[in-house]
T-cell receptor, first 113, second 111 residues
Framework: GAGVSQSPSNKVTEKGKDVELRCDPI?????LYWYRQSLGQGLEFLIY????????KSGLPSDRFSAERTGGSVSTLTIQRTQQEDSAVYLC???????????FGPGTRLTVL | GENVEQHPSTLSVQEGDSAVIKCTYS??????FPWYKQELGKRPQLIID???NVGEKKDQRIAVTLNKTAKHFSLHITETQPEDSAVYFC??????????WGAGTKLIIKP
């Protein structure tokens, strides 16, 4: 079946602009995670959605970052007033409710000029 | 909360030799430990995982061992090949179904 998809694959923006990144999880997966990965670095947790529960936002680095998940499926990560340090690959992952495996999307490479 | 440490950060081995990557965790309640492989420019992909009710699991050239008492788990790759070159991440699942990640190990296979 289809895996996790993300769009756009690449995004170049100017400092101060807002960006929206989209994640389409695997159908039926109730858990969705956003991570950030800077060049040559590890996986930095951002936010976690589980079903209808309140999301775990503990990893969001500032109030410029927000995310929502509509209808328990598609999720959008929004970064307002982008800064150069926001440049990274943003990865989305989804997980079926009764398993532990997270499946990653291909990521969105964000470049802030 | 859970904390995962991973060593070494870089590992260079001769093709055909074995590679071992080690991780330690802090929360004794953790019971699921996956390993992901990330090739350059690609997404992380699960290569093997282990649950706390077993001590070892193998899949062809890859094996993972778990020592619950010492709170550490290791990835073993035998007969390494050029396509094994990648960054490997270990993780431990916490009580909120979040994966706490290690910092990653860059594995270099020398021809």
């Amino acid at each position: 079946g289809a895996g996790v998809s993300q769009s756009p694959s690449n995004k170049v923006t100017e400092k101060g602009k807002d960006v929206e990144l989209r994640c389409d999880p695997i159908s039926g997966h109730t858990a969705l995670y956003w991570y950030r990965q800077s060049l040559g670095q590890g996986l930095e947790f951002l936010i976690y959605f589980q079903g209808n529960s309140a999301p775990d936002k503990s990893g969001l680095p500032s109030d410029r970052f927000s995310a929502e998940r509509t209808g328990g499926s598609v999720s959008t990560l929004t970064i307002q007033r982008t800064q150069q340090e926001d440049s990274a690959v943003y990865l989305c992952a989804s997980r079926f409710e009764i398993t532990d495996t997270q499946y990653f999307g291909p990521g969105t490479r964000l470049t802030v000029l | 909360g859970e904390n995962v440490e991973q060593h070494p950060s870089t590992l260079s081995v001769q093709e055909g030799d074995s590679a071992v990557i080690k991780c330690t965790y802090s929360d004794s309640a953790s019971n699921y430990f996956p390993w992901y492989k990330q090739e350059l420019g690609k997404r992380p992909q699960l290569i093997i995982d282990i649950r706390s009710n077993v001590g070892e699991k193998k899949d062809q050239r890859i094996a993972v061992t778990l020592n619950k008492t010492a709170k550490h788990f290791s990835l073993h790759i035998t007969e390494t090949q050029p396509e094994d070159s990648a960054v490997y991440f270990c993780a431990a699942r916490d009580s909120n179904y979040q994966l706490i990640w290690g910092a990653g190990t860059k594995l270099i296979i020398k021809p």
